[in-house]
Each structure stands twice: as C-alpha cells, then as structure tokens.
C-alpha cells in the first residue's frame, strides 16, 4: 500500500504546529528568481547560513530564506516544517539540504514540487564519524548525543578561534533516523555538493547519492563539512547559483 | 501558427475550462508533465465557487469546511498549520490565490472568457469556441485535450412545488447574509450540509424556524473526543476496520455524543450510516434542544398562500429557502461526449474519463467524504500522466485503457447509497484514492 496518496500519518494525527525560526535575506523588487530555503541539519540552526550564504545569494538576486530545525522533532515533523515554510514562500522555492538537512530535504522532495534541490554533504555517516572521532560518536551508538569536533566540521584553513565560535553556536543532540528514499514530485532538477576531504560524509555517499538522482557530485576538495562556513565557503555557493541559474534558463 | 484563417491550431497544449480548485491543480499538473495548458475562466478571478466575489459562488458568509485541514488540502502544498482545523471560506480563497501565484498559473488563465463549445474534430484534437463575457466576437482555437474543471456547485437544483406562496422563495444559492434571516419566518427545506447551516444560522436570526427533511439522516458532530471527526473515522479507515463494525461503531459514538434526535421530532435514519453523504453539523442538536429548530416533514405545496406538509400539517414562513443542492452542468458538451444520461448524469471512468473520448476528462466532479481537494489533486495527476503516455508511448496507453475498462465500478464508487441525486458522484475518498492510485502505477514511466 503506497503512502504516497494514502496519508494517513498526516489525516489522523497532524504533526503539531511550532511556531518557526526563519531568518531572511531578501532583494529589492519581485525579481525573476525562485526563493531559495536552505535546511540546516538539526546541529545547526538558520544562523549557519545567515553567516555567510544568505546575504551572498541575495546580493546575487535569489532571496534567500534559512531554516531553524525545531526541538525535538523527529524526521517527519522536520519534513512537515519545510514543507510549511516553503509553500508559505511568494513562489516555487529552491530547497537547499545541508548534512542531515540534505536527509530532510529528500524527504521533503516527495511532498513539495520544488523548482529545485541541493543536497550538500547529505547523509552523514556515524560510522565515518566514529573512525576520525571515537569519543565523540561513541554515545550516539547507544542512542546518545553525537557530539563532533572541529576537525571533522572544518577544513584547517578556517581560523581555530573562528571554528571554535561556531561549535559553541551548535547544539549536539541524537542524529535523526533515515528514512527510504522518497521519489521527488514534480521532477525537480537536483544537485549533490560536497568534498572528497568531509570528515563525516564520505566519498561514497556523495557519489551514491548522486547517482540515485542521476547526476554526479559536485567535488570542493579541501573544504571541511560545513561548507557553508569554512574558509572557501562562496565557492560552493556560487557554483550552486551557477548550477541552479543553467536549470532554469534550460527549463524556461 | 494558423493552419486555417479561422481555428488556431494550439497543437500539444490542452484546454482547462474553470479556474477553481479543481482547474488550478489540473493547470498545475499539466505544466508538470511539461504541457502548454490554456485555462478558460469566465470570471476575472480565481477560486470558483470559493471566491464569494462570483455570481455563481455558493457561498455564505459564515461558510466554514466541513472536513478538517489535513483532509482538505492539496497534498503537495499544505494550509498554514497555525490555521484552525475547519477554515473559514475565505481564507480557502485565500490559500488557493496563493496556490495560482505560488505555481505562476495566472500567464496559463484567460480570465473573463468563456467556452461556447467543445467539438471533437476527430484524432482526439478539440475545437474550443470561446468568447469574452464582456461581449466581444468567439473565437476557435485546437487543442490536443480538454479537461473540464467547471464546478457542479453553481446551477441550482430547484425543486417542483406546486400551488402559490405569499412568501418569498429563494435557493439557497441566494442566501448570503444573516441579515437576509432577521425576525423572519423561515422554512429551510433540505437535509444537507448546507440546509443544516441555515437552519442553524437561521435559529440565531429569525424568530420561527422550520427544517424540513425527508429523511431522517446521521448527524455527526465536528468533534468526537477531542479531534475533528473526519481524522476520528480515517482511524478506523488506516486499521482497516470491514464496514459492518465501523456502522457499529459509528452508531454507538454518535449515541455516546449527540445523542437520540428522534426526541426532538426527527425521524430516525432510513439508511445505515456511511450510506448517505456525510452531515457534519454540531449546532443542529443544540438548537434543536432549545426549541429554536421545529423539525417538520416534506413539503408537498402551497396551499391558501401557506405550506402544506406532507402529515397535512399548514405553516406559514415568510420566507422559503431550498436547500436542495445542485445540478451539474455542461452546456458545452453534446450529453453524449460524457455519456450523460436523460437527466445531465454523466457516466464517466473514475467519474473522470470520457470512455469514448480519451482526451477528454472532468476534474472535481465528486462528492468525497472527505476534502475534495486532494482527490482532484490526483485526478489531474492521473490526467496528466495519462495523455503525456498516450502522447509518448500510444501502444502501452492502449494497454493501460483495456486494463482500465475492467476495472470493476464497485472499486471506486461508493458501493451502498440512497439512491438520490446528491449520491450521483458519492466516492469513498480511501477507496477512489486506491483505485487512482493503482492506475498512477500502471502509468508509471519506465526507468
């Protein structure tokens, strides 16, 4: 029985609603180019992107919305919020997946036709994560914290006292669990970025995941994990733009 | 591109005729599967009958849904869930502006434009007569498919009966103010949803308030323990209960929660439950209990300038509203392009697909128990896939069509109703979605 049409999760018990942190940055006007919403994992919240990537794609025309995961949600609440969020946006938005925001997004592709989707660094691995950081995973194995360190987040290029600023800003808490892979509505075009040197993402997953979606993998070697605030963090930003401004003229 | 001076021949793309709820995701859809999609509206705005604007809307102004938000949107692009559980109309309206702008569909709609006529020009390519409401000259234009999203909640269903009325007559098209109700006599004849909301709204306003049914009906609350009813029942519909025990069980929670209504001069049901349309009204015992509501039997007409019923009993209201439903209507259509019967009931496949015209379907013509919206959502998936494989691949489209025609009527159309107008296109909304669903899967392309 397909639960594709048959919602019954949804019908019967709605997920709760929670009021939502959205942080923005947005172009003057009503310009020609789709809103992008970017999904943090749930370490992270909208902040890792209003550091640096919200205020580089406004200025490059897109506005740009981020995310805030709410507490304690499972994945199916995390998929409702980002669903809410984009279909409350003026139009057909980009979704923008980071780390286990990137699981979210796919999920949320099988219930939002999106003009649209990056998944970068999907799919973190615990296993990689325990090999470059035993004492850090080793409570998420047993259903606790995964708590990561500023190796596997960061490349050495970002400034330490910087790194440590924003592992402050995280919070560690249990990995939410996968869920089967969702067949995208309304086939959006979907890209996977990451880097062959990510700590807790690997190679593998990156090129896997690509392929489910029939494409490869956009590569950014010496970047850390959080490609969004490492140093080099406007490369991968700009060729997402790039990506994303090619689709839409091919579509159009 | 004129092949001839006067048909422009629009090749590939497909006419949507009405910019509704249903029209709007059938423009959606179709632009999905990467069609050019014309939609013909003959108002200046979307929403159809949700849009209180039109002339044609039903709408009054304390219009609320009857099922419950998750039931009722579409399911690719959720209501805000800080919205209550039963919307007010307008904010329906409001969620389907923000659909057409969210998809861009307003550059696919001609607002203000109306189809004249739908001819078959054979090879499964349409002639479209339109022409603008404003006056203006028609013009005709080809398209490779016409879907028909026109709504069958516009053209009133007026009942027949004889004799003359002192009083004023209106349908209950025409009500949409309280204020239409103030320190009247009123007769609200008709057991639906609608004629249960004006006898309630009528209790608040007028000074006597007579409902007249035929029969007696299942009258289910908003709310059972807490949670909207509809979510109630889908409990039972997910754990896939067989429908003996669900009447049972229907019986006892409606025994539990409004009670014996037989008390208070209602006939009991003729019919078990899930055999009638679903009434969703908790304010209808309530005023009942206070007297408010007098129950009384069928009308059989006017007599001395009075209303006879049909126990011989004479009323005497000042104004008659009949809430008696309405007729689906194709003006456009010759009957025998949707198989229609002597009376305008179309015989389609899924209540969707003309069996003898494969390029030619009706999106929204159903009456779920449960939103509409959802339904229609895939149905114009269902239409889209359909004509984008018959388009690509006509061999395996003619093997989906002689599966199709064996697909047993009782799969999808709800098996056991009072046989009335208002049960033409009655539909379990789990049932229809599993048999839309299984035919989703035979169109599925190949990877």
Redesign the interface.
Known sequence: M?D?????D??????P?VEREVVSRLVEGEGDQPPLLFVPGPRHGAWAFAERWLGHAAQRGFPAYALTPREKGDLRAHV?DV??VA??????AVLIGHGEGATVVAQALG???ARAAVLAAPAPSRWAAFKTNPLGTLPAVFGGRLRLNRRQLFSAELPADEADAYLKRMTFRRPTNRKSKTRP???PPVLVVGSPDDRIVPRKTLDRTATEYGGAPLLFPGMGHDLMLDAGWAEPLDAILDWLTKEISAAS | MHDTPDIADRRDAVCVIGAGASGLAAIKNLR?HGFAVDCYERETSVGGAWNWRHDRSPVYSATHLISS???TEF????M???WPDYPHHSQLLSYLERYA????LADAIWFGTEVVSCVPVGDGRWDVTTHSTGGGSSRVQRYAAVVVANGHNWAPAKPEIPGEFRGTVIHSAQYKDPAQLRNRKVLVIGGGNTGCDLAVEAAQQATTVWHSTRRGYWYAPKYVFGRPA??VN??L??WRLPLRLRQWLYRRTLALTTGDLTRFGLRAPDHRPYESHPIVNSQLPYYLGHGRIKPVPDVTRYADGKVELADGRRIEPDLVITATGYLPRFEFLAPELLDCADDWRPDLHLHAFARKHPTLAVVGLLQPDAGLLPLAH?QSVAVARWLRLRQDDPVRAAAVQQKESARPVRGWSRRQVVPTRRHWFEVDH?DY??A??GL??EMEPVK
Request: no cysteine; proline share 14%; net charge positive.
């Open positions: 397909s594709r049409l048959l919602r019954f949804d019908w019967i018990s709605p997920v609603p409702h669903v809410q279909a409350s946006l003026p139009k057909q219930r939002y036709p509505v309304g086939d | 999905e938000r998750p039931l399911p690719d692009f959720p805000p869930d800080s702008k969210h998809f861009g509809d979510q889908d409990r519909l997910k895939w789990v979605l599993k839309v669903d989703l899967r």
